[in-house]
Every structure is written in structure tokens, then in C-alpha cells.
């Protein structure tokens, strides 16, 4: 089978480390500029540096997204920002303007250059002609089929990344100014509003068409291709994408390691089975989500794949604590929490080398060795004896979400 890399979100830098520790195998964040989630960057030059320094050690790989559609007065400075990443050692940029393809050829940098989705390449002539250009890899459209894919993949031009699950635009991706007609923000720019979520009321001339307790919105649900990547595997697609810059860690982590799983899994034996499939599926709705559907992948989206009634995002409260630490002599858990919860109750570990596995976890301490018998102070510290499989960087949850 071919070689496939499980390609991560990452907003900040302790989200990309546990994405990598999770299993992903290579992460894609954005600097402070020239990203189109401006808004969700926040890695800073040294930041950047510990990133790459990290993700060597750990045999992985960091994008860096430079992929906003820069105006004339938005150019300045980018020829010093791509000499820094090149200096930093990251290992690709994914862009969409020429422009900056051009200039990254010329400075010679010697990351790769990925075709950033934004430029809505569907079909192999549009391969080939980035290609040409001495691109090093494209992103496809996320309104490609699976077929597409398959025939765009046949050909062999360049590697080919493709999203397997995450937030969908309803409209071709980059091709929306919803948000800059309704927020002056210019989604292009790195300033998406995500207008489509909004919730409006729908008019016929003076009659309201949408329930006032359940008004319309415009979204399609996110995509979740679980019971597509063994033939994305087969086709031979380079990268698997997940979308998600502004996701929690434990999100990350509960889609990266299921993805993980169920790769493992096919690249072991060149197929997963059913169970193996409906354990994936049954983990990724663990985490923090919306409700998901094929995408493009079964052909163009029905009614079921829209949201027209968007409930917001569920925040799950099931994600407990994180463990910071772990004594095996002791056998004392040094934890920080993160919602509600109560001790002496059975919950569920599950960590970057641990799949999810029930525990009883018994009284908890804080720093001073008192007794709580209410863990409701979110990044407060605590202590717990541990009998179970644990390891640092581990996430405790909730059971039976
Ligand atoms: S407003 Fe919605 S459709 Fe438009 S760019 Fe933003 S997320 Fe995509």
C-alpha cells in the first residue's frame, strides 16, 4: 500500500504537539499573516521553531498555510516571512495566490509548495498544469467525488491531498464573500465570519417562512469519510486532510487518534473490517461536534447534507481533565481539569499510545492534599492514586456520551 499522511489542524502550539502525539503525521498551522485563519493563528517565529524542532523528533512534518488571496497592499513583507520559514526548516507552504508561488520559486526556499483547496482544482488538467508550474503537491477541491479523486489520483501527476473531514463551506471553498458582504471581514483575507451559520429569518415578501424558534441557516453539515479512506488508500492519495484550525486539543486528539486507528488499521492488512469502521466512527462522535455527512464524495450533496436548521456547535462537557503527569512508582495521576466532574466514578482514558479504556477513578486531592469533592474549577490542579493504564498527555472523559 501506499505511503499516506494523516494530516492534521493545529491552532497553536500545544494543539500541534498533541495532534503529532496522537498520530498524526504531519500538522498545518498559520503564522500571524498571510493566513486565511489569521484569526486562529497565534504561532509566533519561536513558536514555530519549537514546532519543527518537535515534529523532527517525532518523524512528522509542519505546513505552514500562506494561503490568503493577497491585495497589492497585503504583499509587504512576504518575501522576509518566506525566508524565515524556509530558515525555520518547515517542510511545505500551501498557497493559493501566484503570486506567492512565484516568489517562493524564486527565493528558491527549499520547502515544498502545496496547492492551497482554495484554488478549487477538480480535474487532472488542472494537475498537471500546477505541475508545470513546479508545484509539489495539490490540494483538490473538497467538491470532488470519490471518482474524481480516483481518476485524478490514475493519472500520477503529483501528490494529491484531499479533506476527509471537517467544516464545509457552502459555497466553493474561496469563492465566497458572504462574509464581506455582512461583516466587512474578506474571507479571502483571513477573516471569515462564517456568515452561512448564521441563523436568519427567511421572508416571503412579508411572510416569514422560517419557524422563529428554529430559524434558517445557510451550512451544510461537516464532512466525515470514514468509510472512504481505504479507497482514498487505494487510489493513492497522498495526504488525508482534516480540517479544524480553531478546534480544542481534545477534539484534535479524538479525531486524529480514531483517524489514526482506522489507517493503521488498513495499512496493515490493505482493509478495514466493519467493526473497525464503526469503532472509528463511534470514537469521532466523542468528540465536540456538528452533525456530518459524505461531502462530495457519494456525488453533489442532497438536502440531507445541509443544515438548514443549525443548532450550535455541541461543546461537550464530557472531556474531564488531562493528565499532566504520572508517577509509576506512586502511582499518583497529577491531572488538570477541564469540566465537571465527580470523584469516584468510572470514566474513560484514553491517551496518544492508550485506546479508550474505562477506569474507576478514585478520591481526588488537591495541591494541598485536601480532599475535593467536586472537581468544577476548570485548570485547577489535582491529584489522584491511578490503577489503569495511563501515560502522560492521556485525556479522561466522561463514559456513555
Ligand atoms: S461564509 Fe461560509 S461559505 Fe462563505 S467562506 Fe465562510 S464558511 Fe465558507
Redesign the pocket.
Known amino acids: 500500500m501506499n505511503q499516506i499522511e494523516l494530516l492534521a489542524p493545529a491552532g497553536n502550539l500545544e494543539k500541534a504537539k498533541i495532534a503529532i502525539l496522537y498520530g498524526a503525521d504531519a500538522v498545518y498551522i498559520g503564522g500571524k499573516q498571510f493566513s486565511l485563519r489569521s484569526r486562529a493563528s497565534n504561532f509566533t517565529k519561536e513558536d514555530m521553531v519549537e514546532l519543527v524542532k518537535f515534529a523532527n523528533d517525532h518523524d512528522a512534518k509542519v505546513h505552514v498555510t500562506v494561503n490568503l488571496l493577497p491585495h497589492d497592499e497585503d504583499l509587504s513583507g512576504l518575501t522576509e516571512y518566506l525566508q524565515t520559514l524556509d530558515e525555520i526548516g518547515v517542510h511545505a507552504i500551501i498557497v493559493a495566490s501566484p503570486a506567492i508561488m512565484k516568489l517562493a520559486k524564486k527565493l528558491q526556499c527549499r520547502f515544498e509548495i502545496h496547492v492551497s483547496t482554495q484554488h478549487s482544482s477538480t480535474n487532472s488538467k488542472a494537475a498537471r498544469f500546477w505541475k508545470d508550474q513546479g508545484m509539489d503537491r495539490v490540494v483538490l477541491g473538497r467538491e470532488c467525488t470519490l471518482e474524481e479523486v480516483r481518476l485524478i489520483c490514475e493519472k500520477n501527476i503529483l501528490p494529491i491531498e484531499v479533506f476527509i473531514h471537517g ?5 466553493y ?7 464581506n458582504h ?1 461583516t466587512l471581514r474578506d ?2 483575507r483571513g477573516g ?6 448564521w441563523k436568519y429569518h427567511l421572508m416571503d415578501e412579508e411572510i416569514e417562512l422560517s419557524d422563529p424558534e428554529d430559524l434558517f441557516s ?2 451544510s453539515k461537516d464532512l466525515q469519510a470514514v468509510r472512504y479512506i481505504e479507497k482514498l488508500i487505494q487510489y493513492g492519495v497522498a495526504s488525508l486532510k482534516i480540517e479544524g484550525r480553531m478546534k480544542s486539543a481534545y477534539y484534535l486528539a479524538t479525531v486524529v487518534s480514531s483517524y489514526r486507528y482506522l489507517i493503521d488499521r488498513i495499512m496493515e492488512k490493505g482493509y478495514a473490517s466493519d467493526e473497525e469502521i464503526e469503532k472509528t466512527e463511534r470514537e469521532i462522535r466523542k468528540a465536540e461536534n456538528r452533525p456530518t455527512g459524505p461531502g462530495f464524495y457519494e456525488g453533489i450533496p442532497n438536502e440531507k447534507v445541509q443544515l438548514y436548521v443549525d443548532h450550535d456547535e455541541i461543546v461537550t462537557q464530557e472531556y474531564v481533565a488531562s493528565v499532566l503527569d504520572y508517577d509509576p512508582f506512586t502511582k499518583e495521576a497529577k491531572l488538570q481539569v477541564k469540566n465537571h466532574f465527580l470523584p469516584n466514578r468510572v470514566m474513560e482514558i484514553f491517551g496518544p499510545h492508550i485506546e479508550s479504556v474505562s477506569v474507576k477513578v478514585g478520591k481526588i486531592y488537591d495541591e494541598n492534599g485536601i480532599e475535593v469533592e467536586v472537581c468544577n474549577k476548570p485548570m485547577q490542579i489535582v491529584y489522584t492514586k491511578w490503577d489503569g493504564p495511563i501515560e502522560k498527555d492521556a485525556m479522561i472523559r466522561k463514559v456513555g456520551n
Open positions: 467544516g464545509m463551506c457552502i459555497s471553498s474561496g469563492r465566497c464573500v458572504l462574509s455582512m474571507a479571502n471569515c465570519a462564517q456568515s452561512c451559520r445557510m451550512s
